[in-house]
C-alpha cells in the first residue's frame, strides 16, 4: 500500500519568505509527527498529532513555525519568515494509534532558505 | 547537550567484516529503537528494545539493550554491501514523550 508521502520533494526560498510543506500520512493512521533532521544530525520532534488535535507541540522552536491537520488526515507545517537556519530536511511519521506505536517515515522535505 | 551519543560517528569496512556500533545515555529509557536512513529517504524502523538486558536478533544483525536501559548496541555480522546506510537509535524516555533521536553512524561498506 501507498506510504507516508511528502511534497514538494525540494524547496528553495529566500529569506523572509513564508513556506508550506505537506504530508500525507498512511489511510487510517490517527498519529502523525514531524520532525526536522540538519545535516550531521539525526531527525528533532517538532510536533505531533493525534487526529486533528495537536497533542505535544513542545518540539516547535519558536512562534515562526505552525502545523495543521484541520481533518484528521493530511497535515501542512507553515513555516513564517524562514531563515537561513531553517534550512534542512523537514520529515513527516505517521503511526495506526497512539504515539508507542511504530512510526512509518515519508522521504521529506529537503528545505533550502537562500 | 545530546541525549543518546553514538559511536563511531562514521565507519569504512569491508564486505564480510564485523562491526559493533554503539548508543549511549546518561539517562534511563523506556524503549530504545534502531533506524537504518538511506539517502533521500525517511528513517526505517529496524527493532525497538523494552526491557534491560534484552537482546534482539534480525538475520545478521544483533541488538542489545542495556541491563540499566540507558545504552544500546548493534552488532552486524558479515557485513554486505547493501548495509550502507545511515543507523540511527531513538529512544522514548517516559510515557508519551517525543523520539530522541541519536545523531547517526554512517556505516560503509565496501565490496
Known amino acids: 500500500g501507498a506510504g507516508v508521502s511528502q511534497t514538494p520533494s525540494n524547496k528553495v526560498t529566500e529569506k523572509g519568505k513564508y513556506v508550506e510543506l505537506r504530508c500525507d500520512p498512511i489511510?487510517?493512521?490517527?498519529?502523525l509527527y514531524w520532525y526536522r533532521q540538519s545535516l550531521g544530525q539525526g531527525p528533532e520532534f517538532l510536533i505531533y498529532?493525534?487526529?486533528?488535535?495537536?497533542?505535544?507541540d513542545s518540539g516547535l522552536p519558536n512562534d515562526r513555525f505552525f502545523a495543521v491537520r484541520p481533518e484528521g488526515s493530511v497535515s501542512t507545517l507553515k513555516i513564517q519568515r524562514t531563515e537561513r537556519g531553517d534550512s534542512a530536511v523537514y520529515l513527516c511519521?505517521?503511526?495506526?494509534?497512539?504515539?508507542?506505536?511504530?512510526?512509518?517515515f515519508g522521504p521529506g522535505t529537503r528545505l533550502t532558505v537562500l | 547537550t545530546q541525549l543518546l551519543e553514538q559511536s563511531p560517528q562514521f565507519l569504512s569496512i569491508q564486505e564480510g567484516e564485523n562491526l559493533t556500533v554503539y548508543c549511549n545515555s546518561s539517562?534511563?529509557?523506556?524503549?530504545l529503537q534502531w533506524y537504518r536512513q538511506e539517502p533521500g529517504e525517511g528513517p526505517v524502523l529496524l527493532v525497538t528494545?523494552?526491557?534491560?538486558?534484552e537482546v534482539k536478533k534480525l538475520k545478521r544483525l544483533t541488538f542489545q539493550f542495556g541491563d540499566a536501559r540507558k545504552d544500546s548496541s548493534l552488532h552486524i555480522t558479515a557485513a554486505q554491501p547493501g548495509d550502507t546506510g545511515l543507523y540511527l537509535c531513538?529512544?522514548?524516555?517516559?510515557?508519551?514523550?517525543?523520539?530522541?533521536f541519536g545523531k547517526g553512524t554512517r556505516l560503509s561498506v565496501i565490496a
Open positions: 489511510s487510517g493512521h490517527t498519529a
Open positions: 531513538a529512544g522514548v524516555l517516559a510515557g508519551n514523550t517525543p523520539l530522541v
Open positions: 539517562s534511563v529509557f523506556s524503549s
Open positions: 498529532f493525534q487526529g486533528t488535535g495537536a497533542a505535544d
Open positions: 528494545v523494552v526491557t534491560g538486558g
Open positions: 511519521a505517521s503511526s495506526p494509534g497512539t504515539s508507542g506505536d511504530t512510526q512509518y
